[in-house]
């Protein structure tokens, strides 16, 4: 299938992802800025989902790399979440392919308003490090556990990962919001490479769109690390805020539609 574009278009799409990619390095919630500007542009839902993982995953690379080189990352907790990760993501996007164009869209229409309730509610996260820095074995299964379900999630939908990633590690693993940013980081980085294996293989990367993309991506991405990385909570729980008026606006949006 030929999908082409406008220059216009391009730069508006290259525009919004390095958005994307600004906000999801602090707080996720990428995709609900760059999956509506790819369907904006006239891609087809199941092309628009592969484009967006191309893109996503080379600026959540980046990202990781910059929260590792800062020591935000708990490394074990960090790993076994990506391992759980990596086979829910698998798994959720081996569904979407089974899916029709209308039945995607309505889920989005109905996780939305879910997805807005639950960030609303934990918006104000507590930024103390609780976390006695042992592995034992319940925090282990808990580590795979939010992997799997999380990643199940992206594969499926995928807007508000991050930061559903960074409300479970602070809530249920004691992280401050810089180390639960990093281990969000490590958990979606896996769960977009385990997507993008499968859109590849089906076919439904458009890399003419999704090369300029990730550049801009990367750019965004590297930028919004730095300023997280940086801040802390003083820049991760603004951003939060703006993950939450996007999930608002977009079920809006969808209503009014």
């Not at 996720?28 to 006239?42: C, E, N």
């Not at 891609?43 to 600026?59: D, E, I, M, W």
Request: glycine share 14%; with cysteine.
């Amino acid at each position: 299938m030929g999908i082409s574009i406008s220059l216009p278009m391009l730069l508006f799409l290259m525009a919004m992802t390095g958005f994307a990619g600004f906000v999801d390095s602090a707080a996720g919630g990428g995709g609900l800025i760059s999956l509506p500007a790819y369907l904006f542009a006239g891609l087809p839902v199941h092309y628009t989902y592969g484009t967006n993982k191309f893109s996503a995953a080379c600026g959540t690379t980046f990202a990781t790399a910059q929260f590792f080189r800062k020591g935000a990352i708990n490394i074990k907790v960090g790993l076994l979440a990506a391992v759980g990760s990596f086979a829910g993501s698998a798994l959720g996007s081996h569904i979407v392919l089974l899916l029709s164009d209308r039945v995607l869209r309505a889920m989005m229409l109905i996780i939305l308003p879910v997805a807005a309730v639950l960030i609303l509610w934990r918006r104000d996260l507590p930024d103390e490090n609780r976390d006695d820095g042992a592995l034992n074995t319940p925090k282990a299964v808990l580590a795979l556990g939010i992997g799997l379900g999380i990643g199940l999630y992206d594969g499926i939908f995928g807007p508000g990962t991050g930061t559903f990633a960074i409300i479970a590690f602070t809530t249920l693993m004691g992280f401050d919001l810089r180390t639960a940013g990093g281990n969000a980081k490590v958990l979606n980085l896996a769960s977009n490479y385990a997507s993008l294996v499968t859109y590849l293989s089906s076919g439904l990367v458009v890399f003419s769109i999704g090369i300029p993309c990730a550049l801009s991506g990367i750019a965004g991405n590297l930028l919004g690390s730095h300023f997280a990385l940086k801040n802390g909570a003083k820049f991760i729980r603004p951003m939060m805020l703006v993950v939450l008026v996007l999930l608002l606006g977009k079920i809006v949006g969808d209503a009014v539609l």
